[in-house]
């Protein structure tokens, strides 16, 4: 079992930037792929970026490449994922996930995550 806690959430105006952290207690964090997921009101969950369990291995949506950054630090039992460049289209509830059944080539896969953050608001004004 593992619990996570996202933080980090909040207001911004397009073309900021947050940083959004994901906590975790319980089994070794660092035998977890973990990723960032987001849904918007109406729509479905999407994913957004996902890390393999030593951080050596990234993945990213094509709408986040290059304006979001996923990291970890397994010491600290802490992902990341830095938001650079916002836009509106951004606004969402990001959830953090944490699976140890995904691989590489299905870290997209919402169904393969077996535990849930109870999700951070971020929202994005023009």
């Known amino acids: 079992q593992v619990q996570l806690v996202e933080s980090g959430g909040g207001l911004v105006q397009a073309g900021g930037s947050l940083r959004l952290s994901c906590s975790a207690s319980?089994?070794?964090?660092?035998?977890?792929?973990m990723g960032w997921f987001r849904q918007a009101p109406g729509k479905e969950r999407l994913f957004v970026a996902g890390i393999s369990m030593s951080g050596d291995f990234t993945l990213y949506a094509d709408s986040v490449k290059g304006r979001f950054t996923i990291s970890r630090d397994n010491a600290k039992n802490t992902v990341y994922l830095q938001m650079n460049s916002l836009k509106p289209e951004d606004t969402a509830v990001y959830y953090c996930?944490?699976?140890?059944?995904?691989?590489?080539?299905?870290?997209?896969?919402?169904?393969?995550?077996?535990?849930w953050g109870q999700g951070t608001q971020v929202t994005v004004s023009s």
């Open positions: 996930a944490a699976t140890l059944i995904a691989t590489m080539t299905n870290l997209k896969l919402a169904s393969l995550y077996g535990y």
């Open positions: 319980g089994r070794t964090f660092s035998t977890y792929a």
